[in-house]
Nanobody
Framework: QVQLVESGGGLVQAGDSLRLSCAAS????????MAWFRQAPGKQRELVAA???????NYADSVKGRFTISRDNAKNTVYLEMNSLKPEDTAVYYCAAGWTSSVLTGRYDYWGQGTQVTVSS
């Protein structure tokens, strides 16, 4: 069982930066593929970024060059560094944990409660 707790959301202005953190419990973190998703009002949830246990990363086209996902296995924590934020980045951001196959299937087994990010123009 993996429990995930996100933190770091808030209200910022366009162009600002924000770092989200996701602390994971359990003994499998180093083997988990970790991801950040987001869901804006009235829209479907979408994958923002993912990092595998080997450190490979992938990003949604809309955030490439602005967001960086990273992990610290010693701290059981995954981060999402968000720069040059835009109003369209406004959403609830969720941390998720899965496995190697998650990158292909999009299926993640564990989810956090979400943290709100609001970017004003």
């Amino acid at each position: 069982q993996v429990q995930l707790v996100e933190s770091g959301g808030g209200l910022v202005q366009a162009g600002d930066s924000l770092r989200l953190s996701c602390a994971a419990s359990g003994r499998t973190f180093s083997r988990n593929t970790m991801a950040w998703f987001r869901q804006a009002p009235g829209k479907q949830r979408e994958l923002v970024a993912a990092v595998t246990s080997a450190g490979s990363t992938n990003y949604a086209d809309s955030v490439k060059g602005r967001f960086t996902i990273s992990r610290d296995n010693a701290k059981n924590t995954v981060y999402l560094e968000m720069n040059s934020l835009k109003p369209e980045d406004t959403a609830v951001y969720y941390c998720a944990a899965g496995w190697t196959s998650s990158v292909l299937t999009g299926r993640y087994d564990y989810w956090g409660q979400g943290t709100q990010v609001t970017v004003s123009s």
